[in-house]
């Protein structure tokens, strides 16, 4: 299906029109934008982006294809609810790839659009806000309806449709794209909200023995395990309305060394008493700009939020850390006294850059020091 006049009907009335391709239907969620030129597979397949409608602002993707070695997420499957382009390219180029763009996203059910003024939808998201869509084949009204009815991103908790059934190990190495990897010599307790693939490589690499957990695993199973450090992972929706992993985290505080990264930020802000809110449109990209407030240091990160902590309210309950340059909202945090530190971004960067791996480093000497003491 592939050609065939498509539109994109924005819940504030707005359509787009378009071309469809990927597979056939309609595809409902909240319309987004990341202003990331490369690493669309790793985009499509990024829980986080669970429920969301993604708009790549780099006008002509598809160009490398796709293939079998970078999906992030650990079942392999796109996560996205559909997918906006403004050119694709039905021809891939690269040795690594095993199929086109268009073959990849039918193969898996994702609807997809291409031929969108990607710049004037932008501008609209950027303008009024991150809102839900309905796109495909289909009369305005049908579409319109569907993006009207579909349920708002504040208040859901998405957690539950990308955490895993069961507990698992993980042992696989970032290999030629990573760092080389270290005895195993500790063992961290991964709360699997939604993980990326490139981060449990990451802790493998830095010297850790991995077990994830489910979003729902109690605290004393979880210190059942015996864990050295506990890692909280990124994920999708609300963080408000994660409420069990909130509670969880609250047990958890001061008797592990805790690391979160994205939603593991928002929920170990939120288990020591702040709050959180709604973006206007998020941050989405690999070219953030985050500054580290203890080093005056300026990373180039990659992130994926559309909810960030209230620095206010985090005034009294734990150290604001790092801060985004171009809106000055939270990017991190330390509860000193606890042993708990968190990242807003993504440092395991995986389509890039790597500004920020350190992070790993960092979450294992404080590891050591506990268990030193």
């Known amino acids: ?95 690594r790839a095993s199929e086109t763009l268009g073959a990849y996203l039918e193969r898996h059910g994702i609807v997809a659009l291409s031929g969108v003024d990607t710049r004037r939808l932008t501008r609209h998201l950027r303008d009024h806000g991150a809102q839900n869509g309905a796109m495909g084949r289909g009369s305005s009204e049908v579409l319109l309806r569907r993006a009207r009815e579909a349920p708002a991103m504040q208040g859901l908790d998405l957690v539950a449709r990308v955490t895993p059934s069961a507990p698992y190990e993980w042992t696989e190495t970032s290999g030629e794209w990573g760092t080389i990897s270290r005895p195993q010599e500790r063992h961290v307790v991964v709360v699997d909200l939604g993980i990326k693939r490139n981060i449990l490589r990451c802790l493998v690499d830095a010297g850790c023995r991995v077990t994830a957990v489910p979003a729902r695993t109690s605290p004393a199973d979880i210190l059942a395990l015996e864990p050295d450090g506990i890692f909280v992972s990124n994920g999708p929706g609300d963080p408000a309305a994660v409420t069990y992993t909130i509670d969880t985290l609250r047990q958890l505080l001061g008797k592990r060394t805790i690391f979160g990264i994205c939603l593991g930020h928002q929920l170990l802000a939120l288990a020591a008493g702040a709050k959180t809110y709604k973006l206007k449109f998020g941050h989405r990209g690999i070219n953030q700009p985050v500054k580290d407030l203890e080093t005056g240091r300026v990373e180039i990160t990659t992130q994926n939020h559309g909810f960030v902590v209230d620095l206010e309210s985090l005034a009294g309950k734990a150290r604001s850390t790092h801060v985004h340059l171009n809106d000055g909202t939270s990017e991190g945090l330390a509860i000193d006294e606890l042993d708990a530190f968190s990242v807003q971004y993504h440092p395991e960067a995986a389509a890039g850059p790597h500004d920020a791996l350190y992070l790993f480093d960092r979450f294992v000497k404080r590891i050591d020091r506990a268990r030193a003491k």
Do not use: K
């Open 1 to 95: 299906m592939s050609g065939e006049p498509a539109l994109l009907c924005l819940a504030d009335g707005t359509c787009f029109d378009g071309f469809a391709f990927g597979a056939p239907g309609i595809a409902v969620g909240e319309v987004v934008f990341t202003t990331a030129m490369t690493g669309y597979q790793e985009v499509l397949t990024d829980p986080s982006y669970t429920g969301q409608i993604v708009t790549m602002t780099a006008p002509q993707i598809g160009n490398t294809g796709c293939n079998p070695a970078d999906p992030e997420s650990v079942d392999d499957r796109p996560q996205v609810a559909g997918f906006i382009v403004r050119d694709n390219s039905e021809e891939a180029s690269s040795w």
